[in-house]
């Protein structure tokens, strides 16, 4: 959500902003959101005018009935009357006005960074840069499904009595190597100076409505019948969430954590659920990491985080290329966001297993976020989030990048100790 004073001060440059995300069904909003605030302030002001008088007319009564003037006192307790019913109907204005405003700049996209290459769609996306050698061996690389049934370590039969399509069992060493992926990417995010939580898994929808966007949201979110919660579709909700309504001192400054959650998700559009596979479901595990800092630090913070997630898919010697996503594909409460992307050499292409995002203030001004700075003034800091890793997602492209000519499975030095040792699986 954008500063109101965008609105008021410089509309036509928040139009401009709509435009070059190709969303000009929203433009009308502008003007809405400009018309009902001035509404809104009129009101206020008549409000604040009526108050002034009611409080002014109020002092002479009890001088009037003491000097035996009771015509001219009733006189004026009939004005105080009329003023009290008039500032009634006012405040239940405002109250709606506001609501109005904040339902409409909900959806008004936040202003983007100069820096992001103009597109409608993902297919505009612009790649930046690649890490690690693609490399095809000259050996068959099998659909990752059959890798794991192979190794006996996913039954997805099984799940789809018990739950549908779009969930899994894994099982022995895929099990274990799935653990051991979320385990090393705990401490790999702890040795780089972040915090580790395991946050609640379920929401409030104040803190939905806060962290994301409304089309997100309806896509997304697992809605728990009969109260207000919601399954957490990643851990950056509960993590940003949980500053809601809260005045940081600027001391406390960076804040840095790193978060493992279970993930929920719809995944309701075009993609849709896949019959075989674990690369779109509806459940899955993730090590996140999240940022609240100042405003002229979270573009040194968008880098930061971005380059942790290259650097812990290398030492696992999968080559993985950035991808600056366009205006088009951004969600509307981000300023920028890049893909991380992995090399498959089965499809002999890149595929997203993870996204880094500066959102701005969007999030601490949905959710009262604020900061205390030296001179005492308050501000809204900046909140970014990026997945270290998603497996099972992540699994495809590390069994495809590590399988040997004889169906096993090499395990790269970094994580052997989490899985006892073993140097391969199979």
């Not at 366009?326 to 890149?350: I, M, T």
Request: negative net charge; hydrophobic residues 35%.
């Amino acid at each position: 959500m954008i500063d109101i004073n965008l609105i008021r001060n410089d509309p036509e440059m928040v139009k401009d902003n709509i435009r070059r995300k190709f969303q000009d069904f929203k433009l009308p909003l502008v003007d809405e959101v400009a018309a009902l605030d001035k509404s809104n302030r009129e009101a206020i002001q008549r409000g604040d005018y009526l108050r002034n008088q009611r409080n002014v007319l109020s002092k002479q009564i009890g001088g009037l009935i003491a000097k035996g003037q009771k015509d001219e006192a009733e006189n004026i307790k009939l004005q105080v009357k009329n003023m009290q019913e008039e500032l009634a109907a006012l405040e239940i204005k405002e109250a709606e006005y506001a609501q109005k405003i904040r339902e409409k700049m909900m959806v008004i996209p936040q202003i983007i960074d100069e820096s992001v290459p103009l597109g409608r769609s993902d297919a505009e996306n612009v790649e930046v840069e690649r890490f690690g050698e693609p490399v095809t061996p000259d050996y068959e690389i099998p659909y990752h499904v059959d890798i794991m049934e192979k190794l006996n370590g996913i039954e997805l039969d099984a799940a789809r009595k018990t739950s549908g399509n779009g969930f899994y069992y894994l099982k022995g060493d895929i099990a274990r190597l799935h653990s051991a992926i979320l385990s090393y990417a705990r401490d790999f995010m702890i040795d780089r100076g972040f915090t580790y939580y395991i946050p609640p898994f379920m929401i409030r929808s104040d803190v939905v409505k806060g962290v994301m966007s409304f089309a997100e949201m309806e896509n997304m979110m697992y809605k728990i019948e009969g109260e207000d919660l919601y399954l957490i579709g990643t851990s950056e909700h509960s993590m940003i969430g949980k500053y809601i309504d809260t005045l940081m001192d600027e001391m406390e400054l960076p804040q840095t954590l790193t978060s493992y959650s279970p993930c929920f998700r719809k995944e309701v559009g075009a993609h849709g659920i896949e019959e075989r596979g674990v690369y779109r479901i509806h459940q899955f595990e993730k090590q996140e990491m999240i940022v609240v800092c100042k405003p002229e630090d979270s573009m040194y913070w968008y880098g930061q985080l971005w380059k942790n997630t290259v650097d812990f898919f290398r030492t696992l010697d999968i080559p993985v290329r950035t991808l600056e996503c366009c205006s088009g594909d951004l969600a509307d409460l981000k300023v920028k966001s890049c893909d991380v992307e992995a090399w498959s050499p089965r499809q002999q292409k890149y595929f997203e297993v993870g996204s880094c995002s500066n959102l701005g203030d969007a999030q601490a001004r949905r959710l009262s976020i604020r900061v205390k700075g030296e001179d005492n003034k308050k501000y809204l800091p900046h909140t970014l989030n990026n997945t270290v890793v998603a497996p099972p997602r992540m699994l495809i492209a590390y069994l495809e990048n590590n399988l040997l000519p004889d169906g096993t499975v090499r395990i790269p030095a970094a994580l052997r100790m989490y899985m006892g040792g073993k140097d391969h699986i199979g």
